[in-house]
């Protein structure tokens, strides 16, 4: 059996820096040396591929570890900052059944012919692994608001959807009552007016035309109002009767019965001249 690598390959290797981690100096040096068809680096030589992991666990680990548990050893290269990539093909006619199995681990500074680079990866400390588990806690966290935000959307808008339509039916209804209402008042105006209003079908539509109520009948002008002398001349015709009804004790000379007859009474002819101004004098005599 061949060994792994030729021999005087490992004077030609380039050594890592002296502050390199132990674990990934072991981990480089095993993948340099390893038999490719077990473990070896990426075409790129940016990452490293196990191929067949039951033969690395029990031929291989146990060379630069004191074990043969792969789940170990995946886990310190997880303290050490690699990620596990996944080989998954995007056709399924690009799927092989060979390179399925394989798994590959990467680190930006891990890389083939670059030793150097090891002292940069460091073991991630307590409170790195809390730190990179809170951030995981917090993307978990992330991912639950968001489903409970797309649910609560959902929510609100069906609630919306139903409240708008609970809005329209009513306002439908109060409408329609409106109209039945109106359509009321306008037969009792009628009715109240004696104004005939149109079919039923048109009582909405077309409003009724108000007859405005009639007004009342404006007062008679007042009569003719007589002149000066006719007033002067019934006043001391009414004057005289009522004293001739009702006489007073007289405090100075009283009228004579002919005197008092003299005064024609409203509404009668009155004399001739000559009979006019006889009882003028006696009305003066008195």
């Given at each position: 059996?061949?060994?792994?690598?030729?021999?005087?390959?490992?004077?030609?290797?380039?050594?890592?820096?002296?502050?390199?981690?132990?674990?990934?100096?072991?981990?480089?040096?095993?993948?340099?040396?390893?038999?490719?068809?077990?473990?070896?680096?990426?075409?790129?030589?940016?990452?490293?591929?196990?191929?067949?992991?039951?033969?690395?666990?029990?031929?291989?680990?146990?060379?630069?570890?004191?074990?043969?548990?792969?789940?170990?050893?995946?886990?310190?290269?997880?303290?050490?900052?690699?990620?596990?990539?996944?080989?998954?093909?995007?056709?399924?006619?690009?799927?092989?059944?060979?390179?399925?199995s394989y798994v590959?681990?990467?680190?930006?500074?891990?890389?083939?012919?670059?030793?150097?680079?090891?002292?940069?990866?460091?073991?991630?400390?307590?409170?790195?692994?809390?730190?990179?588990?809170?951030?995981?806690?917090?993307?978990?966290?992330?991912?639950?608001?968001?489903?409970?935000?797309?649910?609560?959307?959902?929510?609100?808008?069906?609630?919306?959807?139903?409240?708008?339509?609970?809005?329209?039916?009513?306002?439908?209804?109060m409408s329609s009552?409106?109209?039945?209402?109106?359509?009321?008042?306008?037969?009792?105006?009628?009715?109240?007016?004696?104004?005939?209003?149109?079919?039923?079908?048109?009582?909405?539509?077309?409003?009724?035309?108000?007859?405005?109520?009639?007004?009342?009948?404006?007062?008679?002008?007042?009569?003719?109002?007589?002149?000066?002398?006719?007033?002067?001349?019934?006043?001391?015709?009414?004057?005289a009767g009522m004293?001739?009804?009702?006489?007073?004790?007289?405090?100075?000379?009283?009228?004579?019965?002919?005197?008092?007859?003299?005064?024609?009474?409203?509404?009668?002819?009155?004399?001739?001249?000559?009979?006019?101004?006889?009882?003028?004098?006696?009305?003066?005599?008195?």
């Amino acid at each position: 059996m061949a060994m792994w690598p030729p021999s005087g390959s490992l004077t030609d290797m380039p050594r890592p820096a002296a502050n390199s981690s132990l674990h990934t100096v072991e981990t480089y040096h095993m993948i340099d040396r390893c038999d490719p068809t077990i473990a070896t680096w990426s075409i790129n030589g940016d990452n490293f591929i196990i191929k067949n992991v039951e033969c690395f666990s029990s031929k291989i680990l146990p060379q630069y570890f004191k074990h043969s548990n792969f789940s170990s050893f995946a886990r310190q290269l997880n303290f050490y900052g690699f990620r596990k990539l996944k080989a998954e093909p995007i056709l399924t006619a690009d799927f092989d059944a060979q390179t399925a199995s394989y798994v590959r681990f990467y680190h930006d500074k891990f890389q083939k012919d670059k030793p150097e680079l090891l002292h940069n990866i460091k073991r991630a400390t307590k409170s790195d692994q809390q730190s990179k588990d809170d951030v995981e806690s917090l993307k978990a966290e992330i991912s639950q608001l968001k489903e409970c935000i797309s649910t609560m959307s959902a929510d609100f808008d069906r609630k919306i959807a139903e409240m708008s339509y609970q809005f329209n039916h009513r306002v439908a209804t109060m409408s329609s009552e409106f109209e039945k209402l109106a359509a009321l008042m306008q037969q009792s105006h009628a009715a109240a007016t004696g104004v005939s209003l149109p079919s039923a079908t048109h009582a909405v539509s077309a409003p009724v035309a108000i007859q405005p109520a009639p007004q009342a009948q404006a007062p008679p002008p007042p009569p003719p109002q007589p002149s000066s002398s006719s007033t002067m001349l019934q006043s001391l015709s009414r004057v005289a009767g009522m004293r001739l009804a009702h006489p007073s004790p007289a405090v100075g000379p009283q009228p004579s019965t002919a005197a008092a007859e003299a005064v024609p009474a409203l509404g009668e002819k009155r004399p001739a001249e000559e009979d006019l101004s006889a009882e003028k004098s006696r009305l003066r005599s008195v």
